[in-house]
């Protein structure tokens, strides 16, 4: 080699990369932690748009008659709200999460399907960006943009072209179906990824919870969105191709397209708790210095929520008129979920029982999520009692129930994992100072909104409103709500400005900054593109544990 | 561990009572607030006024006893285990005891949950059947409710009545009940039928016969809303109930037979109604106005309200209300009607004759 040569090499190291080749990289990658982390940064994306949605919301809200926004922009902003949370936001980081802890979990180099996994990722991104595309195409050629303002469960006949001319009704549909077939692969590519490629040693038995969880999830995906997909084809056959499915004008079913989406809507709300699940299962033995307590039984729980999940869905029609037997069936199976999933509340208690609790962040938010849930399960049970569920059902009680699950419980739990594993992500831990200061904005913010929200519901506030009349016992109750809403906003605000500080002066965190017991923490921070330098074989649930205590390893009690 | 457990049994035990005692002492205030009836009253569902919602309120105080009862447990483990076992400078670094489980502490949170969703599912199956499968009395007043894009339409078919937005039934004393039952239909998008203090949401759906029933122990306005997303206006479609005395009932019936009135020197108004686009969705009796896709008109002014409880029914509404819908209700299907201001106040002195 020539001297010359020499002196470009010494002059050029890997940071001062020209940037359209660094974002070529990340274009074209099919690693699974590099497209982990763009899911991650995809769902902060419409954390933060919906999130926005959401203050537009509550400052309409904070008075009767107030008039912050039009009806219609009203209409709009919940529809792309719930919209975005649910399948833009919740979706994305669950399979951020799986995608990139999965294979590091198990001892794998890679997904099963690298390049399958990259094109459901550009898969999910395309529908996001086509559904906000939506507010400037969403009239078509003939009017000003438009997005869909037909509510996230969009019931027939809503949708049909009588009530919902132009194109904003196909933006949603398309979306959602673009980005479901996304979803359909990456589930696929998980199961595989799990059954397959595990390091020797790494029985179904032994997998870590997370993993166990994440095969339940995506078992969940592939039966909860082919429904809504078939049902969105078909929506698309009524609007273009002349089809009467859903067309109430002509002689179509309305009830047909509430079963359809909710066939799909019950299951996706554990599709979007279980991923939370499975980050408590992690963080509470870490910091509880214990394993986790009645491991086999937590697999059979998750199992159980599972196949439970499936069977659930007309709760959400109770006021639909189904006739005695109808609702009594749905009440049984909706009570029955209870059963599970008050096992693993108590598991997570029984781990943290006789151990050392140590509160850093992560740990926090899984309290945090404890307490919330906990609530979120009892509001359920009132909601999921028929007779008392057509005074809440289509209330705010139920918006204050649901958010209890999606930002109490499943935020909270996202949370935790962003402090337990971004320092593996990044190689920096994140600042404790600002994550306990997030927590407890946050948690406080959180109650001052949700909790109060209960209360409108109980005294006949209907949701999805505009505007409300005065004099209903509703105004005060909805300004102190917005007020939480928006420390809610702040504390998000700090939480960015942690990931964006952290990122550049956070502290090293070396291999193992918790101390843990899973494979992920045995490589460095963040682990090389091919994870592992030598296959691991493991012989526990812990194979870190056993590494640590020769003296005592868990193997010999499995 | 499990000699933890039972102690803190005691401890839980002690601590229900105590909790249940003031949380039923935060309902009974929350249901006294709103005790006296009037007429914008706060549609709480704890101050039930109707046997199906006060089924449902009974029913609620159990669940809420039970789930109530489960916080109080699990939470005061949690707290217990937070504040017990946080890490303390005397035990940091050491490893406490890895315990992987119990089978017999694992069956024992299995099978309780389940007994306990045993009985849940009873109890509310037994107000399903009351609420949902009542039989209807001969006595019963039928209505059907037509959901409308964004009001109500009302035809008492029995009496020959059809009015939209105000419903009014007759007060049903236990001696000699007089429910409403109400068929429930929609003529577009999917409504819900919601009075809290009388019942809970029944949805009209196209395509859908649904019904629903009522009957007020006490006279008086009782205010709900629609509560399924129904389009634009959903916000705003308002509903209201009159709960008539027996008397009061069938002079309203009657009141409502009568064809409209027609006062000759309101007959200009009634021509621009007749010459405009009014007709083609409004009806007013002995007139050529027949349309149905808005309501009817015949007794307009025997109602409080207009535009669903938008507005009350004052000159100053109604004439703003031709002339500009949407300053009133942004988006309802009521289109602005561009009359002249003659022509507007003769239209307006035309509809304040329809009693």
Same mark, same amino acid.
């Given at each position: 080699?020539?001297?010359?040569?020499?002196?470009? $090499?010494?002059?050029?190291?890997?940071?001062?990369?020209?940037? &359209?080749?660094?974002?070529?990289?990340?274009?074209?990658?099919?690693?699974?932690?590099?497209?982990?982390?763009?899911?991650?940064?995809?769902?902060?994306?419409?954390?933060?748009?919906?999130?926005?949605?959401?203050?537009?919301?509550?400052?309409?809200?904070?008075?009767?008659?107030?008039?912050?926004?039009?009806?219609?922009?009203?209409?709009?902003?919940?529809?792309?709200?719930?919209?975005?949370?649910?399948?833009?936001?919740?979706?994305?980081?669950?399979?951020?999460?799986?995608?990139?802890?999965?294979?590091?979990?198990?001892?794998?180099?890679?997904?099963?399907?690298?390049?399958?996994?990259?094109?459901?990722?550009?898969?999910?991104?395309?529908?996001?960006?086509?559904?906000?595309?939506?507010?400037?195409?969403?009239?078509?050629?003939?009017?000003?943009?438009?997005?869909?303002?037909?509510?996230?469960?969009?019931?027939?006949?809503?949708?049909?072209?009588?009530?919902?001319?132009?194109?904003?009704?196909?933006?949603?549909?398309?979306?959602?179906? &673009?980005?479901?077939?996304?979803?359909?692969?990456?589930?696929?590519?998980?199961?595989?990824?799990?059954?397959?490629?595990?390091?020797?040693?790494?029985?179904?038995?032994?997998?870590?919870?997370?993993?166990?969880l994440n095969l339940v999830v995506s078992g969940m995906v592939l039966i909860a969105i082919t429904p809504l997909s078939a049902a969105q084809i078909m929506l698309c056959v009524d609007r273009y191709l002349g089809g /009467?499915?859903?067309?109430?004008?002509?002689?179509?079913?309305?009830?047909?397209?509430? /079963?359809?989406?909710?066939?799909?809507?019950?299951?996706? &709300?554990?599709?979007?708790?279980?991923?939370?699940?499975?980050?408590?299962?992690?963080?509470?033995?870490?910091?509880?210095?214990?394993?986790?307590?009645?491991?086999?039984?937590?697999?059979?729980?998750?199992?159980?929520?599972?196949?439970?999940?499936?069977?659930?869905?007309?709760?959400?029609?109770?006021?639909?008129?189904?006739?005695?037997?109808?609702?009594?069936?749905?009440?049984?199976?909706?009570?029955?979920?209870?059963?599970?999933?008050?096992?693993?509340?108590?598991?997570?208690?029984?781990?943290?029982?006789?151990?050392?609790?140590?509160?850093?962040?992560?740990?926090?938010? *899984?309290?945090?999520?404890?307490?919330?849930?906990?609530?979120?399960?009892?509001?359920?049970?009132?909601?999921?009692?028929?007779?008392?569920?057509?005074?809440?059902?289509?209330?705010?009680?139920?918006?204050? $129930?649901?958010?209890?699950?999606?930002?109490?419980?499943?935020?909270?739990?996202?949370?935790?994992?962003?402090?337990?594993? /971004?320092?593996?992500?990044?190689?920096?831990?994140?600042?404790?100072?600002?994550?306990?200061? @997030?927590?407890?904005?946050?948690?406080?913010?959180? @109650?001052? *909104?949700?909790?109060?929200?209960?209360?409108?519901?109980?005294?006949?506030?209907?949701?999805?409103?505009?505007?409300?009349?005065?004099?209903?016992?509703?105004?005060?109750?909805?300004?102190?709500?917005?007020?939480?809403?928006?420390?809610?906003?702040?504390?998000?605000?700090?939480?960015?400005?942690?990931?964006?500080?952290?990122?550049?002066?956070?502290?090293?965190?070396?291999?193992?900054?918790?101390?843990?017991?899973?494979?992920?923490?045995?490589?460095?921070?963040?682990?090389?593109?091919?994870?592992?330098?030598?296959?691991?074989?493991?012989?526990?649930?812990?194979?870190?544990?056993?590494?640590?205590?020769?003296?005592?390893?868990?193997?010999?009690?499995? | 561990?499990?000699?933890?457990?039972?102690?803190?049994?005691?401890?839980?035990?002690?601590?229900?009572?105590?909790?249940?005692?003031?949380?039923?002492?935060?309902?009974?205030?929350?249901?006294?607030?709103?005790?006296?009836?009037?007429?914008?009253?706060?549609?709480?569902?704890?101050?039930?006024?109707?046997?199906?919602?006060?089924?449902?309120?009974?029913?609620?105080?159990?669940?809420?006893?039970?789930?109530?009862?489960?916080?109080?447990?699990?939470?005061?483990?949690?707290?217990?285990?937070?504040?017990?076992?946080?890490?303390?400078?005397?035990?940091?670094?050491?490893?406490?005891?890895?315990?992987?489980?119990?089978?017999?502490?694992?069956?024992?949170?299995?099978?309780?949950?389940?007994?306990?969703?045993?009985?849940?599912?009873?109890?509310?199956?037994?107000?399903?059947?009351?609420?949902?499968?009542?039989?209807?009395?001969?006595?019963?007043?039928?209505?059907?409710?037509?959901?409308?894009?964004?009001?109500?339409?009302?035809?008492?078919?029995?009496?020959?009545?059809?009015?939209?937005?105000?419903? !009014?039934?007759?007060?049903?004393?236990?001696?000699?009940?007089?429910?409403?039952?109400?068929?429930?239909?929609?003529?577009?998008?999917?409504?819900?039928?919601?009075?809290?203090?009388?019942?809970?949401?029944?949805?009209?759906?196209?395509?859908?016969?649904? #019904?629903?029933?009522?009957?007020? !122990?006490?006279?008086?306005?009782?205010?709900?809303?629609?509560?399924?997303?129904?389009?634009?206006? #959903?916000?705003?479609?308002?509903?209201?109930?009159?709960?008539?005395?027996?008397?009061?009932?069938?002079?309203?019936?009657?009141?409502?037979?009568?064809?409209?009135?027609?006062?000759?020197?309101?007959?200009?108004?009634?021509?621009?109604?007749?010459?405009?686009?009014?007709?083609?969705?409004?009806?007013?009796?002995?007139?050529?106005?027949?349309?149905?896709?808005?309501?009817?008109?015949?007794?307009?002014?025997?109602?409080?309200?207009?535009?669903?409880?938008?507005?009350?029914?004052?000159?100053?509404?109604?004439?703003?209300?031709?002339?500009?819908?949407?300053?009133?209700?942004?988006?309802?299907?009521?289109?602005?009607?561009?009359?002249?201001?003659?022509?507007?106040?003769?239209?307006?002195?035309?509809?304040?004759?329809?009693?």
């Open positions: 080699m020539s001297s010359d040569a020499m002196a470009i $090499h010494q002059g050029t190291d890997v940071g001062s990369r020209p940037w &359209v080749e660094t974002l070529h990289g990340w274009v074209t990658t099919v690693d699974h932690k590099r497209l982990g982390i763009l899911y991650i940064l995809y769902a902060l994306l419409f954390l933060a748009v919906a999130g926005s949605e959401a203050m537009i919301i509550r400052i309409q809200l904070m008075y009767p008659h107030n008039s912050f926004v039009s009806p219609q922009v009203f209409n709009r902003i919940f529809t792309m709200h719930g919209t975005t949370m649910v399948f833009f936001v919740g979706i994305p980081v669950l399979f951020g999460l799986a995608n990139y802890l999965v294979p590091l979990m198990i001892g794998a180099r890679d997904m099963a399907f690298p390049r399958l996994n990259a094109f459901s990722f550009w898969l999910t991104a395309l529908g996001g960006f086509l559904l906000y595309f939506s507010f400037l195409g969403g009239s078509g050629l003939y009017g000003a943009g438009n997005a869909p303002d037909v509510g996230w469960w969009a019931y027939a006949p809503l949708t049909s072209r009588a009530f919902s001319p132009g194109h904003s009704s196909d933006y949603w549909t398309i979306s959602l179906l &673009v980005a479901g077939f996304g979803s359909i692969g990456t589930a696929i590519n998980i199961i595989a990824t799990i059954l397959c490629m595990r390091c020797p040693g790494m029985k179904l038995s032994r997998m870590p919870l997370l993993v166990w /009467h499915f859903f067309d109430t004008q002509a002689g179509g079913s309305a009830a047909l397209w509430m /079963h359809f989406f909710w066939i799909f809507g019950h299951p996706e &709300v554990y599709i979007l708790i279980l991923p939370a699940f499975a980050v408590l299962s992690e963080v509470i033995p870490v910091f509880s210095r214990k394993p986790m307590f009645g491991y086999p039984v937590m697999v059979g729980a998750t199992i159980a929520i599972g196949f439970i999940s499936m069977s659930v869905w007309a709760h959400h029609m109770f006021s639909i008129g189904m006739s005695s037997y109808g609702n009594a069936f749905f009440v049984l199976t909706t009570m029955a979920i209870a059963v599970p999933t008050g096992i693993k509340i108590f598991n997570w208690l029984g781990t943290m029982w006789g151990g050392r609790i140590i509160f850093k962040t992560p740990m926090l938010f *899984c309290i945090g999520f404890l307490f919330n849930f906990l609530i979120a399960g009892l509001t359920g049970i009132m909601l999921g009692s028929a007779a008392f569920n057509w005074q809440l059902t289509g209330s705010y009680f139920v918006v204050a $129930h649901f958010h209890y699950t999606l930002s109490g419980s499943f935020l909270f739990g996202i949370f935790a994992a962003f402090y337990y594993w /971004h320092p593996k992500i990044t190689g920096r831990m994140l600042g404790e100072r600002l994550g306990k200061l @997030h927590f407890w904005l946050f948690f406080i913010g959180f @109650h001052v *909104c949700f909790d109060l929200m209960h209360i409108p519901g109980l005294l006949g506030m209907a949701r999805r409103i505009y505007t409300y009349e005065p004099g209903r016992g509703w105004d005060t109750l909805n300004l102190l709500i917005s007020i939480g809403a928006f420390i809610q906003g702040i504390a998000t605000l700090i939480f960015v400005a942690n990931l964006i500080i952290s990122y550049f002066k956070g502290a090293k965190a070396g291999n193992d900054p918790w101390d843990a017991w899973t494979l992920e923490w045995s490589v460095s921070s963040p682990p090389p593109a091919y994870n592992f330098a030598s296959i691991p074989t493991v012989a526990s649930r812990r194979p870190l544990w056993d590494l640590k205590h020769p003296e005592d390893p868990d193997s010999r009690y499995e | 561990m499990t000699n933890m457990h039972k102690m803190e049994w005691r401890v839980v035990a002690a601590r229900v009572s105590g909790i249940l005692v003031i949380l039923t002492g935060v309902l009974l205030a929350a249901g006294m607030c709103t005790a006296s009836p009037h007429d914008n009253p706060v549609p709480n569902i704890f101050d039930p006024r109707s046997t199906p919602a006060e089924s449902i309120r009974d029913h609620s105080y159990f669940v809420l006893a039970i789930t109530g009862l489960i916080f109080l447990v699990v939470i005061s483990l949690l707290v217990y285990a937070v504040v017990k076992f946080r890490d303390k400078p005397l035990t940091a670094g050491r490893e406490p005891a890895q315990v992987y489980g119990s089978t017999q502490i694992e069956l024992a949170w299995t099978i309780i949950p389940v007994l306990i969703v045993f009985v849940l599912f009873l109890a509310t199956a037994r107000v399903i059947h009351a609420i949902e499968d009542a039989r209807k009395p001969a006595t019963a007043v039928e209505v059907t409710a037509i959901g409308h894009q964004f009001w109500w339409e009302y035809r008492y078919p029995a009496l020959g009545v059809v009015t939209a937005n105000e419903l !009014h039934v007759p007060v049903s004393d236990p001696a000699h009940a007089t429910p409403t039952f109400l068929t429930l239909l929609s003529a577009d998008t999917d409504h819900s039928f919601w009075v809290p203090q009388l019942a809970g949401k029944t949805d009209l759906i196209p395509n859908r016969v649904n #019904h629903t029933w009522i009957d007020p !122990h006490q006279t008086g306005v009782y205010v709900g809303q629609c509560a399924q997303y129904c389009g634009t206006q #959903h916000g705003k479609m308002l509903l209201r109930v009159s709960v008539d005395s027996p008397e009061e009932f069938a002079a309203w019936v009657q009141a409502q037979k009568q064809p409209a009135n027609h006062d000759d020197k309101a007959s200009a108004g009634r021509r621009v109604f007749e010459t405009t686009a009014c007709i083609n969705c409004h009806a007013v009796g002995g007139t050529n106005g027949t349309g149905r896709f808005g309501p009817d008109l015949t007794h307009l002014m025997s109602r409080d309200t207009i535009a669903a409880g938008a507005a009350l029914n004052t000159h100053e509404n109604l004439r703003l209300w031709m002339q500009n819908p949407d300053a009133i209700k942004p988006g309802s299907l009521m289109p602005a009607m561009k009359l002249s201001d003659a022509d507007l106040d003769a239209l307006v002195r035309y509809l304040e004759t329809l009693r």
